[in-house]
């Protein structure tokens, strides 16, 4: 099962929220990060729909959802102006963070960067404990997400080790998918971190 200890995210800015967020302020919660691209197809057609149907159905329960717009391709056109349109547009609802972009010669946002992150949408699960416990590269399917969400849901108020059963394993695509980066309807694969040139970040 994983268990990690989680990194601060980076972030440039934020929408829908008063302060910047922090997974250190979020603690007692379980915290499900979106990380999308509005020109993701993938994005738009599962992970923005599912992450408002979480933000909905939890919203009684510790559950706090947040939207980090990492991106990695197209620059110029995903700009954090045509983000808040975006936001409008979609009415999302719940604090979306603008991940802090690289520094050159890297091409990887820095929270995607420190994740590990495949590319968008991924989706990670933090316990009330703020460790990582899930990271989905892709769709992921929304029974599985409820039935983790609902098992540190109950680990948050019943205490660790509460729940019935570990989480399922991680799942960040395989090797074969990483040496080609691409978008498709499930989601758009980055430049695998490997090939980040080193030094950087």
């Not at 510790?62 to 197209?74: A, K, Y």
């Not at 009330?128 to 039935?147: E, I, K, P, Q, S």
Request: charged content about 20%; overall charge negative.
């Amino acid at each position: 099962m994983l268990q990690t200890p989680a990194k601060e995210w980076i972030t440039q800015l934020w929408f829908n929220s008063d302060t910047d967020l922090s997974l250190a302020a979020l603690r007692g919660q379980v915290v499900v990060l979106y990380a999308f691209q509005m020109l993701c197809p993938g994005c738009v057609s599962h992970g923005i729909p599912q992450a408002k149907r979480v933000h909905e159905l939890f919203r009684d329960d510790p559950v706090s959802v947040i939207g980090m717009h990492s991106v990695f391709e197209h620059l110029e056109a995903m700009t954090p102006v045509a983000l808040e349109a975006f936001i409008h547009e979609y009415r999302i609802s719940f604090p979306v963070a603008v991940d802090q972009p690289p520094e050159p010669p890297a091409r990887m946002p820095r929270t995607m960067r420190a994740y590990d992150m495949q590319g968008t949408p991924s989706t990670l699960l933090f316990d009330a404990a703020g460790m990582l416990r899930r990271h989905v590269f892709g769709v992921y399917d929304d029974l599985a997400l409820g039935r983790d969400i609902g098992q540190l849901v109950k680990e948050a108020i019943d205490g660790p080790g509460s729940a019935v059963g570990p989480l399922a394993e991680q799942n960040k695509g395989s090797e074969a998918e990483q040496k080609e980066p691409s978008c498709d309807d499930s989601g758009c694969l980055a430049p695998h971190i490997a090939d980040e040139p080193s030094g950087v970040d």
